[in-house]
């Protein structure tokens, strides 16, 4: 490393610190960008937080799921793919994915189409700042408080919802987590209304970059304003629902709390998701290695689900698309 | 293909007490005119083309296509064309889809509208680029994507704002002519917004010059340029710009000179007539600067002065001389040898001259 220009600079950004490769051509004056290297020493620490808290974990669930784990001060027995082989053979794992599957679709559906209308209508509002404020209200509720909230309101004997249901002569008698047929539906609701908002922001903030003049132009093509809406908003704020999508599925697969709070998982299992037995399996029989088994399908699932996601994300085309805005 | 009437248009941001973006605004665009609106950022020719293609609300006043009232018609229904500053093209779509939205929208059958936007895109030599996207074509191209969208359905008005304003300087030049043939072959009205007088005075039939929400002038180009009809439009058209000087007018004899800091400026006979006829005694002078001559000759008339600035404009030079608090310009040869801070003279034209009122600014001559 010759050159002046360089040299005078702190020894920790010449070349011989960080791994450049001196170039016999390269003219001195120039900063030669520094190498992978470079990027790999200012990633270390974070990489090794990032280890410690999440890598060692999953690394240990994945030797749990291998094992007949044992609480006492016994060795844990290797038992091989015994853990998964038993999940073949188990009704209760797979109904657990299928309520998963229902639960997740449901919610998703509804907090879309719900979370989209709701931020067209602030969107095009005088009262967008106070009313985000309000939306965002549920969202802050941690969902443990939002299950306790909900079980009163659908409480059978003073519930304000379980009236308006019962007025509405949706239920027959029954509270609506008392009886299996409605009992999802009632967990259904308390995640829609928690997470909507969510929804709504982020769509919230995908239409304030839908450029004016594509609103414009297509208006003056002859679009009506719903038209408008699909042909022009629509695919400016498709990566941020894809974002919020990606989000609240990945959430849907692991949060548990209100779910426990509300029902447990009753009644008759109709609530007893893959991730309310996961939890039934691990903490209530302590069969840790099974649950270890459990948890490690789940995770591969939901990171096969979000890589199909992400990369539906990443078509070119539509990246094109969207870098061409800024 | 329609006249459009813009009758006593108001436009107002806000509340009514406000100052109005558009002013008491009075225009006819006959059947198949190019109408250039053209003022500075702020003089509400925006406004204008934005109340005509419906994207505003008109506070107050009447616009009407071919004598049809079009205030309270959504842009869809007006069936106007418009091509906006940013091109406005729509990223998720190729260039075959942007230019066929129009006709999409219009539910026109699909061996047509491959038709139509097959011959707007050949007529606009983009008929290669179909299949890209727009971030994949340049300014220029993105442009012509922007016209063809416009150009594919034959609409009753185009309006164009300020559509070649993000071109560099010599796609620009090459646009102006381009957009004016397409216009003439095409015959639709149409209505281009710029702050450019270039692109105005070039392509347009008439111009609209507009400052601070009030058509100052509705004219031919020439008219605009060379019988200005007050002060301000004046010195906003052409460049280099007029130079405005403070005169009284003085009898003299049988006629009248212009006294200008005690120097006698001698006016034609034409000229001569109308001052003596005015009533207004204290008047702006104002001359083109190739109406003046900067030298060291000193002749009689002749004003002395001091070169102030000289700029090198390629084939000319452009003089500033000072005569006391005053800068004249003038257009001269490039082996003007003055340098700044030498004496001249400065001589005026006697017939090329506007000249317009001290007080309000309105043309006398």
């Known amino acids: 490393m010759s050159g002046e220009n360089v040299s005078k600079r702190h020894p920790i950004f010449t070349a011989d610190a960080w791994g450049f490769r001196a170039s016999e051509q390269m003219p001195e004056t120039i900063n030669r960008s520094p190498s992978k290297l470079f990027y790999v020493y200012l990633m270390a620490p974070a990489i090794a937080l990032l280890a410690a808290i999440t890598i060692y974990p999953f690394l240990w669930l994945i030797y749990m799921s291998l094992h007949k784990v044992k609480l006492g001060p016994v060795d844990d027995k290797w038992v091989g793919l015994k853990n998964y082989a038993k999940l073949l053979s188990d009704a209760k794992y797979f109904e657990g994915w299928v309520l998963l599957g229902k639960y997740s679709s449901m919610c998703l559906t509804f907090e879309i189409i719900i979370g989209v209308t709701l931020a067209v209508i602030l969107n095009n509002s005088r009262f967008e700042k106070p009313l985000v404020t309000l939306f965002l209200m549920p969202m802050m509720v941690s969902p443990v408080v939002a299950g306790l909230l909900w079980f009163y309101l659908y409480n059978g004997t003073f519930g304000w919802y379980h009236w308006l249901f019962e007025s509405l002569g949706l239920l027959g008698g029954a509270s609506i987590l008392g009886r299996p047929e409605t009992a999802l539906y009632g967990i259904v609701i308390v995640d829609v209304w928690q997470w909507t908002p969510l929804i709504t922001l982020i769509t919230l903030a995908g239409l304030k970059r839908v450029p004016q003049d594509q609103l414009e132009a297509s208006m003056v093509d002859g679009s009506s304003p719903i038209r408008n809406f699909f042909s022009v908003s629509l695919p400016n704020i498709f990566p941020f629902l894809l974002i919020a999508i990606l989000l609240r599925f990945m959430d849907n697969f692991r949060f548990i709390d209100a779910i426990l709070a509300l029902t447990g998982g009753g009644p008759a299992d109709s609530t007893k998701l893959l991730p309310v037995y996961l939890f039934d399996v691990s903490f209530k029989f302590f069969k840790l290695g099974r649950g270890g088994a459990i948890a490690f399908s789940l995770l591969v699932v939901t990171i096969i689900l979000g890589l199909i996601l992400v990369r539906i994300f990443e078509d070119p085309a539509r990246k094109q698309a969207m870098s061409a805005q800024d | ?365």
């Open chain 2, 1 to 365: 293909m329609v006249d459009v009437k813009i009758e006593n248009v108001y436009k107002y941001y806000g509340s009514i007490d406000g100052v109005a973006a558009v002013h008491d605004l009075n225009m006819d665009i006959k059947n198949g005119e190019f109408v250039a609106i053209l003022g500075p950022s702020g003089c509400g020719k925006s406004s204008t083309m934005r109340m005509i293609s419906g994207l505003e609300h008109i506070s107050a006043g009447t616009i009407s296509f071919g004598g049809n009232i079009v205030n309270n018609l959504a842009p869809k229904d007006r069936d106007i064309a418009m091509v906006f500053e940013n091109y406005a093209l729509y990223p998720h779509k190729t260039v075959f889809d942007n230019v066929a939205n129009p006709l999409k929208l219009a539910k026109v059958s699909s061996p047509e509208i491959t038709e139509r936007v097959k011959r707007a895109t050949q007529l606009l030599e983009i008929d290669h680029l179909l299949d890209r996207r727009p971030q994949e074509l340049s300014g220029g191209q993105k442009q012509r994507v922007a016209i063809g969208r416009a150009i594919v359905r034959q609409p009753q008005v185009f309006l164009f704002d300020e559509p070649i304003a993000h071109l560099d300087a010599k796609l620009r030049a090459r646009m102006r002519s381009e957009l004016k043939r397409l216009q003439v072959d095409l015959g639709v009205t149409s209505l281009y917004v710029t702050h450019d007088q270039l692109e105005a005075l070039s392509m347009a039939d008439r111009v609209a010059v507009m400052h601070e929400g009030i058509l100052q002038q509705y004219d031919t180009p020439q008219a605009i340029y060379e019988k200005p009809a007050n002060a301000w439009v004046a010195t906003f058209v052409g460049e280099p710009q007029m130079s405005l000087i403070e005169c009284v007018i003085r009898q003299k004899g049988s006629g009248v000179v212009l006294d200008f800091e005690g120097h006698e400026i001698a006016v034609g006979a034409k000229v001569g007539k109308v001052l003596a006829a005015s009533k207004e005694r204290e008047v702006l002078a104002g001359f083109r600067p190739n109406h003046v001559a900067i030298n060291t000759r000193k002749t009689a008339g002749s004003i002395p002065g001091i070169i102030y600035a000289r700029q090198l404009l390629g084939g000319e030079i452009l003089a500033e001389a000072q005569v006391n608090n005053t800068m004249i310009r003038a257009r001269v040869n490039t082996d003007f040898s003055l340098q700044l801070g030498d004496k001249c003279s400065v001589s005026l034209s006697k017939e090329d001259l506007n000249v317009f009122s001290a007080d309000t600014g309105v043309a006398i001559y």
